[in-house]
């Protein structure tokens, strides 16, 4: 195993991403840095270097542990980096925040439909 490999391959091989031209296009639009420096997708990667990696909603601070290259299952993918721990509190309070928001907008009333304003005019029409 060689001791670097390009940012967009081991961002694949490490699972965040789906195919390594969305990893590079990730890396281009500045969603991933190093040591807080945009990077281009063909920048080698080190041991010990500390990646931002901002993914939809999501932002994950993380230490590079392993340099393999290859696409692993998703539990030997975890085994590629180590996540700062306040990093993994911030987005664990940010999805249980998107969830409250969730139902909060599924539990506000909302506009009558088509056969409620039927019945609210059936309900309030003068009977003459």
């Known amino acids: 195993m060689s001791d670097s490999v390009r ?13 390594r031209a969305l990893a590079r296009e990730a890396v281009k639009g500045g969603k991933v ?10 920048r ?11 993914r939809a909603d999501d ?26 721990p306040a990093s993994r509190a911030r987005r664990e309070a940010a999805a249980e925040q998107r969830k409250q928001d969730h139902q ?12 409620e304003r039927r019945q609210i005019i059936n309900f309030t029409k003068k009977k003459e």
């Open 7 to 19: 940012l967009d391959k081991w961002l694949w091989a490490a699972r965040f991403f789906k195919t």
């Open 33 to 42: 840095q190093i040591d807080g420096n945009r990077v281009k997708p063909g």
């Open 44 to 54: 080698l990667v080190k041991d010990g270097d500390r990646l931002t990696v901002r």
């Open 59 to 84: 932002t994950f601070e993380i230490t590079v542990q392993d340099l393999g290259d290859r696409r692993v299952s998703a539990k030997l993918a975890q085994e590629k980096y180590i996540e700062d």
């Open 104 to 115: 909060a907008r599924m539990e506000r009333p909302r506009r009558p439909d088509k056969r």
